[in-house]
């Protein structure tokens, strides 16, 4: 009793303590002529400074017959431009006291340079040349096919249990574009003219599909003098850009398949049909999520990692712009099937649909994810990526001083009732993962 009461009072610390540092982002937005929207928010307590810039394109945005291009432009555009030496680009930045990367999901690709403040001139003319000089030639477009094809196998193809995405998605859509994996086919790769791939970078890498993010130390007028004197000029890109508004049917009933690979332990992945980010129906599942598997006292590590019913398990919803897959997985325990695993796994989920969850669980979900959201402010990077991603999927990158309340208003009714609404049988896919050593 005393250990339960004092659990109660941690949570609601912390519940109190999140709600009590209430976000306050101060942003600047405005437009260019060319359709550039930019995102102003100065934080001068450190010397660094942000610069981002996220593109309205993703694997969804793809023809099927020629997939992997989104990511494809993630290597490519480090190649270099009519200004910036072949290989140079990496150099750069780094020779100037930055760090940079990118990333590619199924909606939006995303650029990004942490530099000295006294850099921000730089930073900003370099993304402005993979704006409008990217060097896109045949040099180039061969050496990053190669590079792309060999990440495919390193990531996918030679690790254990590395197609489980790609698998899981292509059962659970069979007309969304969500259907391929990000990386693409390495064929149609191989197969994509110099042509398809400049084609590709003129339709979707213009000032009107982009969201450019300054984020951190920077005088604000000498911010936007310095964003019209390098974005000012790029023309405004004419093409009718293709996009694929396409709405999956339900899914109709549990698709259940065995995937026999080089795999140690047989696992079992499921993957639920869920909400779009953005929606309540979304930051539920969350809650949800923190309750059946995140940290020492969740449910599944309870009463499934811990009673020895599988080595490892996490359940997760993936934030994409439209409705997509929460994903469950549980690596089952050497000797024991991967059956046993499954049904504890069931267990833990229908006993979410069927019963209430507890107020002190759900008090302790609800500020462990409030924490998490203060926490993520105290980096520039994390803002400016918040705020790219917020004006390019919700035309609102406002909503980042609202992120408290999308959890704060949870109620033991919205889990059971989003539960009952998604994490059904008729609404998943389940893949076994087993040895080949045990297929007959």
């Known amino acids: 009793m005393i250990k339960k009461f004092l659990t109660v009072c941690i949570a609601v610390c912390f519940v109190s303590a999140a709600n009590a540092q209430k976000i306050n982002i101060p942003v600047v937005e405005y437009d260019l002529n060319n359709g550039l929207h930019v995102i102003l928010h100065k934080d001068n307590s450190t010397p660094n400074v942000v610069v981002s810039l996220m593109y309205h394109v993703g694997s969804k945005d793809e023809n099927p017959d020629k997939t992997g291009f989104a990511h494809f432009f993630e290597h490519l555009l480090f190649e270099g431009s009519e200004n910036i030496g072949r290989g140079e680009y990496m150099k750069t930045v780094q020779a100037n006291g930055g760090e940079l990367n990118a990333n590619t999901s199924n909606d939006r690709t995303y650029y990004y340079e942490l530099m000295p403040s006294n850099q921000l001139e730089l930073a900003l003319w370099m993304e402005s040349e993979r704006m409008l000089h990217a060097k896109i030639d045949s040099i180039g477009i061969a050496t990053q096919k190669n590079v792309v094809i060999e990440e495919r196998k390193q990531r996918m193809d030679n690790q254990q249990y590395g197609s489980f995405m790609e698998e899981v998605f292509k059962r659970a859509f069979k007309e969304h574009h969500y259907r391929w994996p990000v990386i693409g086919d390495p064929e149609h790769i191989r197969n994509a003219t110099d042509k398809d791939v400049v084609d590709f970078y003129k339709m979707y890498y213009v000032p009107n599909n982009a969201t450019l993010v ?194 704060s208003n949870i109620t033991k009714d919205d889990i059971k009732r989003v539960a009952a609404k998604y994490m059904t049988q008729d609404n998943r896919v389940v893949l076994y993962y087993l040895p080949k050593s045990m297929k007959k």
């Open 214 to 407: 300054i984020a951190g130390d920077f005088q604000t007028d000498n911010a936007k003098k310095l964003v019209e004197k390098y974005f000012g000029d790029i023309p405004r890109g004419t093409q009718q850009m293709t996009r694929y508004h396409i709405v999956e049917k339900p899914l109709g009933g549990e698709i259940k398949d065995t995937i026999y690979d080089n795999v140690t332990l047989p696992a079992v992945f499921m993957g639920y049909r869920s909400p779009a980010y953005g929606t309540k129906d979304f930051y539920t599942l969350e809650i949800m999520n923190s309750i059946l598997s995140e940290g020492n006292s969740s449910r599944f590590k309870d009463n499934i990692d811990n009673k020895k019913k599988a080595t490892q398990t996490f359940l997760l919803s993936i934030p994409m712009e439209n409705p997509g897959l929460t994903i469950v997985f549980g690596l089952a325990t050497l000797g024991h099937e991967v059956k046993e695993t499954e049904d504890a796994i069931n267990h833990e989920i229908d006993s979410i649909i069927n019963y209430y969850v507890s107020d002190e669980e759900l008090q302790k979900a609800i500020a462990t994810k409030e924490t998490e959201i203060v926490s993520s402010k105290r980096s520039i990077s994390n803002i400016a990526h918040t705020l790219a991603e917020y004006h390019t999927y919700f035309k609102n990158a406002k909503m980042i001083n609202n992120e408290l309340s999308n959890y």
